[in-house]
């Protein structure tokens, strides 16, 4: 079995920051890029930020500037650093990752963490 497990969540006040983290658990070989997206109510998943096993970083437009994604690949975990935090950033957030456990790569979600900006 394989988990990813987000945490970091919570309520915090326009201009303020946070600092999400996804731990991946279980037989793994290899993780290749994860990343990170958000779900606004009533609206689709978006794709944040994401980094590959390199180091290979991307941003959302909306986005640059104010978070920084990394990740620790001898704790199997990616990690989002949020400043400057805006109401539109009120969303849950999600954490996927392409995980290679026997045979071909497929990709696992995290359940979630909310993350509410108040103005």
């Known amino acids: 079995q394989v988990q990813l497990v987000e945490s970091g969540g919570g309520l915090v006040q326009a201009g303020g920051s946070l600092r999400l983290s996804c731990t991946t658990s279980?037989?793994?070989?290899?993780?290749?890029?994860m990343r990170w997206y958000r779900q606004a109510p009533g609206k689709q998943r978006d794709l944040v930020a994401d980094?590959?096993?390199?180091?290979?970083?991307d941003y959302a437009d909306s986005v640059k500037g104010r978070f920084t994604i990394s990740r620790d690949n001898a704790k199997n975990t990616v990690y989002l650093q949020m400043n400057s935090l805006k109401p539109e950033d009120t969303a849950v957030y999600y954490c996927?990752?392409?995980?290679?456990?026997?045979?071909?790569?497929?990709?696992?979600w995290g359940q979630g963490t909310q993350v509410t900006v108040s103005s």
């Open positions: 980094i590959t096993s390199g180091g290979v970083i």
């Open positions: 996927k990752a392409r995980i290679r456990r026997t045979g071909p790569s497929y990709d696992y």
């Open positions: 279980g037989s793994i070989i290899s993780i290749n890029v």
